[in-house]
């Protein structure tokens, strides 16, 4: 019987180890430069070529994005294009605002792999009077570099 108590104890100890340690895990690893495409894909081939810079700091993520979509038609390549938001354990959302056309919107991140992340934009912030406000790709598979 006392060798059953001290297993039980055992197993008992080790499932809250266990729990505790799957509790305390951190957020996917978000820091790099994440990126579909070519510049010059975008530009010859007609791909798409986006970016998102992100550095991350705890649950805390910002940077800045890059976009030009197909045949190099549209382009939202400004430097002080902003990425900010926050990390869960599961995914990340983010803002992005575009200073060269005055939109931007919220889009959620995905971890698919280590090195492969999915983004989904969620919401738009509308420009008044113009049909456009950033060239971000609404989806898209990013890639870390």
């Known amino acids: ?20 340690a799957s509790s305390r895990r951190q957020p996917f690893d978000y820091n790099g430069t994440w990126v579909v495409g070519t510049a010059d894909g975008a530009r010859f081939g007609g791909e798409l070529y986006f970016y998102v810079k992100l550095k991350q700091d705890g649950d805390r993520l910002s940077g800045s994005y890059y976009s030009i ?36 919107g919220v889009a959620e991140l995905s971890p698919v792999d280590k090195n492969t992340i999915s983004w989904h934009i969620v919401s738009e912030k509308k420009v008044p009077n113009a049909d456009f406000g950033h060239w971000a790709p609404n989806r898209a598979k990013l890639t870390r570099k």
């Open 1 to 20: 019987m006392k060798r059953i108590t001290i297993l039980f104890a055992v197993v008992a100890v080790a499932l809250l180890f266990l729990c505790t």
């Open 69 to 104: 979509s197909p045949k190099n038609a549209r382009r939202d390549v400004s430097s002080s294009n902003t990425v900010s938001g926050y990390a869960d354990k599961k995914y990340a959302v983010v803002e992005f605002n575009s200073s060269e056309w005055g939109g931007g």
